[in-house]
Nanobody, 127 residues
Framework: QVQLVESGGGLVQAGGSLRLSCAVS????????TGWFRQAPGKEREIVAV????????YYADSVKGRFTISGDIAENTMSLQMNTLKPEDTAVYYC????????????????????WGQGTQVTVSS
């Protein structure tokens, strides 16, 4: 059984930066996809950044493109999300997710494609 745990959330002023990390326990195998999603109060869970680990293809939501960077490898416990130039509208609970196994080259965009989730970490950006 794979378990994911996020860390690194907190309160930051607009324009600031945060780095989220995702730690994993259990076996991931060699074919998997990973990603970050977020959910603001009263809104549906939405994609932030996802990647097909085997191929390295990455997809970013338009709202974070150029500001956020997904990197690392969940199997090595180095998966992270660097968030720069944060805006109040980035305020949400952020989740790391994994799809195991995963063989497609294209990143999985929808949260329904992921079968493992962390508990979430709160990110609050003040104006």
């Amino acid at each position: 059984q794979v378990q994911l745990v996020e860390s690194g959330g907190g309160l930051v002023q607009a324009g600031g930066s945060l780095r989220l990390s995702c730690a994993v326990s259990g076996r991931t195998g060699s074919n998997y996809a990973t990603g970050w999603f977020r959910q603001a109060p009263g809104k549906e869970r939405e994609i932030v950044a996802v990647r097909s680990q085997s191929y390295g293809d990455i997809y970013y939501a338009d709202s974070v493109k150029g500001r956020f960077t997904i990197s690392g490898d969940i199997a090595e416990n180095t998966m992270s999300l660097q968030m720069n130039t944060l805006k109040p509208e980035d305020t949400a609970v952020y989740y790391c997710a994994a799809r195991i196994p995963a063989y497609a080259r294209s990143p999985f965009i929808s949260p329904v494609n992921y079968n493992y989730w962390g508990q979430g970490t709160q990110v609050t950006v003040s104006s």
